[in-house]
């Protein structure tokens, strides 16, 4: 299972290099923007945005967080520290970061978390870098009962029919390509 993993990661990785990724995180941004205008008219209080910070092989969401900001809606994005992923506003200095608890409950009242994949399935199975960061907060949030929902932002061509799972591995609520738009997981 871990060396079917580890090759799917490098093949979607070499694919990812190769896409438009601006172009791709442009689309995706005004998917997202959508979502949360429907969102916002039932919850108006709740627009927060967990997102992360796009890597080389995934879509470039510079034009989302611009949009975010341009609407008022606030966002958090993810620093590692140590074995998890703690969430603060862009910019926060090293001295004010959140501890553990602070920072799952800022995750916690988001109405939107987005996670990066190499690949996501329907059944809203996915295929992180194999840290298990995201596999990590998502429990935490899910035992709390408090987890928002979760959107996996990914390319066409990482929308497969099967991702690998192992036991420890969170599934998403939902997944974003540009081509689909945010499409609710089957499972």
Known sequence: MQQHKSSLRIHMQQRSRQANRQQ??????????DFLHTCSQQHPHSCRVALFVSMRDEIDLSMLQQQLQQHNIAQLIP????????????HTHANCMPNSTTSLQHVAQCCLLLLPGLAFDAQGHRLGRGGGYYDRLLLRLRQESCCPVTVGVCMQHQLIETVPTQPHDQHVDAV?????GIRYCSS
């Open 24 to 33: 791709q995180g442009r689309v995706v941004a005004q998917h997202i923007i």
């Open 79 to 90: 620093y590692v520290c140590g074995q998890q992923l703690l969430f603060a506003a862009p």
């Open 176 to 180: 974003c390509t540009p081509d689909l």
